[in-house]
């Protein structure tokens, strides 16, 4: 299994949309739990890593830093 590398300030596409109909979102914050931005309606979500991890598709542009 691949192992997903990203950070805090990174732009990543996520497997399924969001209702708002984007897929891109930003890391705001890392840890056991991973807080996420929509960037298409700026509507923020904390879940755990391991959710994220699966339910993210890539990164799409990296953070400054």
Same mark, same amino acid.
């Given at each position: 299994?691949? /192992? !997903?590398?990203? =950070? &805090?300030?990174?732009?990543?596409?996520? =497997?399924? +949309?969001? +209702? @708002?109909?984007?897929?891109?979102?930003? &890391?705001?914050?890392?840890?056991?739990? #991973?807080? /996420?931005? @929509?960037?298409? @309606?700026?509507?923020? &979500?904390?879940?755990?890593? #391991?959710?994220?991890?699966?339910?993210? !598709?890539? &990164?799409?542009? +990296?953070?400054?830093?």
């Amino acid at each position: 299994m691949e /192992i !997903k590398q990203f =950070k &805090v300030g990174d732009t990543v596409e996520m =497997k399924k +949309p969001h +209702p @708002c109909g984007s897929k891109l979102w930003k &890391v705001l914050r890392t840890g056991a739990d #991973v807080r /996420i931005e @929509c960037l298409g @309606c700026k509507h923020s &979500v904390m879940i755990s890593r #391991v959710k994220f991890e699966k339910s993210m !598709k890539r &990164v799409v542009e +990296p953070g400054n830093g």
